[in-house]
C-alpha cells in the first residue's frame, strides 16, 4: 500500500468539509427535533444522562461516516467531468478514404492513475480496417474506482459520469464503427 500524497490529502481535506457541513446541519436538526416534542428529556431519563450522551455521540458519528460516504463518492466523479468531457468525442482519421475492409473493434486496457483514494483505468477502442490493418477512429471509456464506487464515462457512456459497473455495448459502439467505415466526412 502506497502513502498518500499531498494531492491525496488535499482532496481528502475538501471531501471531509464537504462531509461534515451537512453532517453537523443534520444533527442539529435533530436535536431540534428532539427538544422540540420533548423527546430528548424522555430519552435521558431512559438512557440516563451518560447513556443519552454517548447515543447521542454515536448518532453524530453514524452520520458523519454517512455524510463522509456520499461525498466521497460524489467528489470522484466531479473532479474528472472536464476528461469525460473531452473523451466523450473520438478521434477519426482524416487521411483515407472509406475502409476497404469491414471495421474490427480492438478493446485495450490501461491503468491510467492509481492513487491513495482513486484508480482509473481507460479502455481504449480501436476501430481497425481488417484489410489493411490501419487505425480509423479512436476512443476511450474511463473506468473511475473510489472506494466501492464506480463511474464510467467517456465513447459510450457519454461525457457525464455515469455510476455503473457493466460494460459499455450497444448503440454508441456500434456508431462509432459504422462511422469510422464511412471515413471522413
Avoid: N
Wanted: aromatic letters at 8%; glycine letters at 8%.
Amino acid at each position: 500500500m502506497t502513502l498518500p500524497s499531498f494531492t491525496d490529502l488535499g482532496l481528502a481535506a475538501v471531501v471531509l468539509v464537504l462531509a461534515i457541513v451537512p453532517a453537523a446541519l443534520a444533527v442539529l436538526a435533530t436535536v431540534g427535533i428532539l427538544q422540540a416534542t420533548r423527546l430528548d428529556t424522555r430519552l435521558e431519563s431512559r438512557l440516563g444522562a451518560r447513556g443519552f450522551r454517548v447515543a447521542g455521540l454515536l448518532g453524530a458519528l453514524a452520520l458523519v461516516g454517512l455524510f463522509l460516504r456520499l461525498s466521497w463518492d460524489w467528489s470522484a466523479a466531479t473532479h474528472l467531468k472536464p476528461l469525460c468531457a473531452a473523451l466523450a468525442e473520438p478521434w477519426y482519421s482524416d487521411g483515407s478514404p472509406a475502409a476497404t475492409g469491414a471495421p474490427r473493434l480492438r478493446v485495450s486496457r490501461r491503468v491510467v492513475e492509481t492513487s491513495y483514494w482513486t484508480t482509473i483505468t481507460a479502455d481504449r477502442y480501436e476501430a481497425v480496417d481488417e484489410a489493411t490493418g490501419e487505425v480509423l477512429a479512436e476512443g476511450d471509456e474511463l473506468w473511475i474506482d473510489a472506494g466501492a464506487t464506480r463511474y464510467r464515462c467517456g465513447l459510450a457512456s457519454g461525457p457525464r459520469p455515469l455510476k455503473r459497473r457493466d460494460a459499455p455495448a450497444g448503440p454508441a459502439i456500434d456508431q462509432f464503427l459504422s462511422r469510422a467505415a464511412r471515413g471522413p466526412t
